[in-house]
Antibody, heavy 121, light 107 residues
Framework: QVQLVESGGGVVQPGRSLRLSCAAS????????MHWVRQAPGKGLEWVAV????????YYADSVKGRFTISRDNSKNTLYLQMNSLRAEDTAVYYC??????????????WGQGTLVTVSS | EIVLTQSPATLSLSPGERATLSCRAS??????LAWYQQKPGQAPRLLIY???NRATGIPARFSGSGPGTDFTLTISSLEPEDFAVYYC?????????FGGGTKVEIK
C-alpha cells in the first residue's frame, strides 16, 4: 500500500535552514506529482509547493517563494523540501502528499503523517 | 491568488441530521474544487474531487455540487464518525489554495 514517511523536522532558530524528506513506497514514485502542505498549530491547511512527476516544473505559495525549494530524487523515491531563512510563522506540521492521478498536476490524495517544524529562538 | 471562503466556521448538529457546508471562491475555478475531512491528530482525507465526484471508498452520504464560484458539500445524514473539520481546496494556474475550514461538531 502507499506509504509516505516524512522526516527532518525539529526546532530551529529564526533565519536558519532545515531540509525535510519524504520517503515514498507502495507506488511508482516517478509517475506522480508530489506536494508539501503545512498546518500551523490549531490552524487550517496551507499548500506550500508542488513538483511534477519528473521534476520538470515546480510551483510555490507566495508565502514561501524564494525561501523554500521543492525537489525529488526518483532513484531514491524521496521528496525534499529545503527551507531557508525560516521565520516563526513557518512553524507547522509539514505533510507530503501524492497526487491523486499519475501524470499532471491534480489534488493531494495520499498523505503522510507529517513532521513538526518549530521555528523559535 | 484565489481565495476560498468557507461558511459557517462551526456547524453544531446531531447524528442523523443533514449538514450543508459552503465554499465560495473569489473567482471562478471551473470544477477544480475538492473537499477534505480532517480529524484531530490525523492527516486530511480526500472526500470529493472535481466538485462532485466521490473519491474511492467515500460513502454515498457525502455529495458535492458546483461548478463556478459557489460550492456545497452535503452530508445527508451525519454518522458519529463524520464530526470533524472540513476543508475545500481549489487548483488552478498551477497553484492550490485551501479554505479556512468548517468544524462540524456534535450538538
Amino acid at each position: 500500500q502507499v506509504q509516505l514517511v516524512e522526516s527532518g523536522g525539529g526546532v530551529v532558530q529564526p533565519g536558519r535552514s532545515l531540509r525535510l524528506s519524504c520517503a515514498a513506497s507502495g507506488f511508482t514514485f516517478s509517475s506522480y506529482g508530489m506536494h508539501w502542505v503545512r498546518q500551523a498549530p490549531g490552524k487550517g491547511l496551507e499548500w506550500v509547493a508542488v513538483i511534477w512527476y519528473d521534476g520538470s516544473n515546480k510551483y510555490y505559495a507566495d508565502s514561501v517563494k524564494g525561501r523554500f525549494t521543492i525537489s525529488r530524487d526518483n532513484s531514491k523515491n524521496t521528496l525534499y523540501l529545503q527551507m531557508n531563512s525560516l521565520r516563526a510563522e513557518d512553524t507547522a506540521v509539514y505533510y507530503c502528499a501524492r497526487d491523486q492521478w499519475f501524470g499532471e498536476f491534480n489534488n493531494p490524495y495520499y498523505w503522510g503523517q507529517g513532521t513538526l517544524v518549530t521555528v523559535s529562538s | 491568488e484565489i481565495v476560498l471562503t468557507q461558511s459557517p466556521a462551526t456547524l453544531s448538529l446531531s447524528p442523523g441530521e443533514r449538514a450543508t457546508l459552503s465554499c465560495r471562491a473569489s473567482q471562478g475555478v471551473s470544477s477544480y474544487l475538492a473537499w477534505y475531512q480532517q480529524k484531530p491528530g490525523q492527516a486530511p482525507r480526500l472526500l470529493i474531487y472535481d466538485a462532485s465526484n466521490r473519491a474511492t471508498g467515500i460513502p454515498a452520504r457525502f455529495s458535492g455540487s458546483g461548478p463556478g464560484t459557489d460550492f456545497t458539500l452535503t452530508i445527508s445524514s451525519l454518522e458519529p464518525e463524520d464530526f470533524a473539520v472540513y476543508y475545500c481546496q481549489q487548483r488552478s494556474n498551477w497553484l492550490l489554495t485551501f479554505g479556512g475550514g468548517t468544524k462540524v461538531e456534535i450538538k
